[in-house]
């Protein structure tokens, strides 16, 4: 029996609280197949951690989670600390640190899950956004000149890298080739107004389709893509975009699928050098923090992303259990109309999944 290792950071707000839920759906999953275990080790590391130690993690804290096979984060960032240094201080550091280049963001509407979109179903809503995780616009580049002086400035550089903007294209083409898909690839960029970043990324995107020219190709602005999302979500099958450009239609990717409580995400570091993280899409939440009302779906459906990559499996009993859930419209958090707890919508996973593995 393989044992893997995870490293779990709960984080802060409902991070905690949904974590709890996606490790008693991550066993029971395990404990059903029999022939898989996991191993945890929690981190105390967040907000609550900065106010005491002046950290948002250990000084060592890379080297202790080099080690692990894969990191389960909940979310980071409260208001009792300023979320630039929160989330540069965890979350991002993470990320860039452990060259987790791909974010890979699924937004998948499930039968049954409530969508914004008059006359769109679940055939419509079915694409996946490959990110890039690790520079662009959150490069940190920048700084301030003549604080708090009438003449202060705020600079912020984006920077794009050959090496890593290629790998992201060569990843982006390859999943549209592997899914059972549309096999289209669609490119999300800014190049009328960002005449170097843009342009730098758009040349990197063609040169990289003549490589895979099996895989229909198109490069729409992102302005334009947010208004697609909404009138053609069916056009779309797998979308290519900068750290900054990929989070922000994300969230609107979240909106489609019934909301931030369904979207989930894992930071791929594809060639293994370095551990990988999975982390639902949404934050910690603050207005429902502590009242045990937050959906797990997200982070539960983030822990199957995780499976699928350390096992190379997809774990579809998961998602076929939320489904069920879903379906029958019971055991649901007040987002989705219902009056469950976050914990006993967790139970009501595991207790679905118990009949569709053993059946
Ligand atoms: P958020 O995602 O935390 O919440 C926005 C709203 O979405 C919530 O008020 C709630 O209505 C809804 N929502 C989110 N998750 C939900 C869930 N599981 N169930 C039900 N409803 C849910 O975004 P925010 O309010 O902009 O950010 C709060 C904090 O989290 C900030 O500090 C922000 O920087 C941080 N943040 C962290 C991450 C991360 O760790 N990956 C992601 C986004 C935001
Ligand atoms: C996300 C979040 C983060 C991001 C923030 C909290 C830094 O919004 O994971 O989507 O922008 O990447
Ligand atoms: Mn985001």
Avoid at 129 to 142: A, D, L, Q, T
Wanted: proline share 5%; with cysteine.
């Amino acid at each position: 029996m393989k044992t893997y290792k995870i490293a779990v950071i709960p984080g802060d707000g409902i991070g905690g609280e949904v974590m709890t839920e996606g490790i008693k759906v991550l066993d029971c999953y395990a404990s059903l197949k029999g022939n898989i275990k996991f191993a945890y080790e929690t981190f105390p590391w967040g907000c609550e951690y900065y106010l005491k130690t002046g950290k948002m993690m250990d000084d060592d804290g890379l080297e202790k989670l080099k080690k692990f096979d894969a990191i389960l984060l909940g979310a980071v960032g409260f208001p009792n600390v300023p979320d630039h240094i929160s989330l540069h201080g965890l979350l991002i550091n993470i990320r860039q640190s452990f060259n987790q280049y791909i974010n890979l963001r699924p937004v998948k509407l499930l039968p049954g899950a409530p969508c914004p979109l008059k006359g769109k179903g679940p055939q419509d809503i079915d694409f996946v956004v490959v990110r890039e995780n690790v520079e662009g616009e959150y490069s940190g580049v920048g700084g301030i000149r003549f604080p708090d002086k009438p003449e202060e400035i705020a600079l912020q550089t984006s920077v794009f890298t050959r090496k890593n903007t290629e790998k992201v294209m060569e990843y982006a083409f390859q999943l549209a080739e592997e899914r059972n898909g549309k096999r289209k690839l669609t490119n999300v960029t800014k190049s009328n107004a960002l005449n170097y970043s843009m342009v730098f990324w758009d040349k990197i995107f063609n040169e990289t389709a003549l490589k895979h020219q099996d895989i229909q190709t198109e490069t729409i602005h992102v302005d334009a893509i947010t208004m697609y999302f909404i009138q053609k979500p069916e056009a779309y099958d797998v979308l290519v975009a900068s750290n900054l450009f990929g989070d922000i239609i994300t969230d609107l990717g979240a909106a489609l699928q019934g909301g931030l409580g369904f979207a989930a995400s894992g930071n791929l570091n594809p060639e293994g050098e370095y551990p990988s993280m999975f982390e639902p899409v949404h934050g910690s939440a603050p207005v429902l923090a502590g009242k045990g009302v937050a959906n797990p779906i997200a982070m539960v459906w983030t822990v199957k992303m995780m499976l699928d990559f350390l096992l190379k499996v997809e774990a579809d009993e998961i998602i076929t259990a939320v489904t069920q859930l879903l379906q029958e419209g019971e055991s649901l958090t007040p987002d989705l109309g219902g009056t469950a707890t976050t914990q006993e919508v967790g139970d009501a996973i595991c207790g679905k999944l118990a009949k569709l593995i053993k059946a």
